[in-house]
């Protein structure tokens, strides 16, 4: 079998110069296959691969030259045909007026025209989740400075993932592609099926339910290990409560929350 070296680059193109650098011939002596095109990821963000292709390198006693009909044989680029194109999905259309300028606080650290943003976000959006679900709506608005994307129909279960994480996932994602331009930060929600806002609702329940608790026995009580976006809900939830008080401990993205009944010194929670 003859030797063969492998190279990686950005692209199946680049990937070639370099074989041809290091090799010192032209691309149409270069004998090679295509062992992966590569992929640029979701919007450059996650999940980017890099192209591979693996040079023959040809033995001592293979003739210099080759027929003019072998040079200029090469792979062809392989066939995409199988890939599913997302279908297309209603972005309701976001008008200008009231409805964004006219709710935004007096001295409002938000971008002075949300609206790109919005949309921007919306395409985003759009286009994710059409390669994991079809017939879904997205629908915008921009309230108490957040863009708030809420998505219904479709495959939601699929779009939401075990435990909320797709759903978290794509809200990063979409966050960091509406503020990858922005001079100053502005929050993104993404709800599928209102499931976020049923979360929050049972969040705030048991949030009251174990502060009535730790102010019973006087003692600390732990509500398990929460992300940042459940953690917020309940430091809002209880923030006002004068006989509580709460905090994060741990160190990974899903740290523990503890209620602390504020007139006992006892911090072991239960």
Request: proline share 4%; net charge positive.
């Amino acid at each position: 079998m003859a030797p063969s070296l492998e190279f990686e680059a950005k692209n199946v193109e680049k990937a070639i110069n370099a074989a041809c650098t290091k090799l010192k011939k032209s691309k149409d002596d270069l004998k090679y296959e295509i062992i992966s095109y590569g992929s640029t990821g979701i919007f450059g963000l996650v999940g980017i691969k890099k192209a591979k292709i693996r040079v023959t390198i040809p033995e001592k006693k293979e003739k210099a030259e080759q027929p003019a009909k072998a040079r200029k044989k090469k792979s062809e680029p392989m066939a995409i045909d199988n890939i599913r194109q997302p279908k297309e999905m209603v972005v309701e259309e976001i008008k200008p007026g009231s409805d964004i300028r006219g709710d935004l606080p007096k001295g409002s650290d938000a971008p002075e025209d949300p609206m790109e943003a919005m949309k921007e976000g919306a395409g985003a959006l759009k286009e994710i989740i059409g390669y994991i679900s079809q017939d879904a709506e997205i629908n915008v608005c921009y309230e108490n400075e957040v863009i708030d994307y809420q998505v219904s129909g479709g495959e939601s279960s699929r779009l939401i993932g075990k435990r909320g994480q797709t759903l978290e996932a794509i809200q990063y994602i979409v966050e960091k592609i509406v503020n990858q331009k922005l001079e100053k930060r502005i929050r993104v929600r993404v709800d599928i099926e209102e499931y976020l806002k049923n979360k929050e609702i049972k969040l705030v329940g048991m949030a009251e339910k174990l502060a009535g608790k730790a102010k019973t026995t006087g003692k600390p009580v732990s509500m398990g290990q929460l992300n940042a976006h459940d953690r917020r809900i309940v430091h809002i939830a209880l923030k006002n409560d004068t006989d509580v008080r709460t905090q994060s401990r741990g160190q990974s993205f899903y740290r523990k929350l503890i209620i602390f009944p504020k007139d006992k010194k006892n911090d072991t929670p239960q």
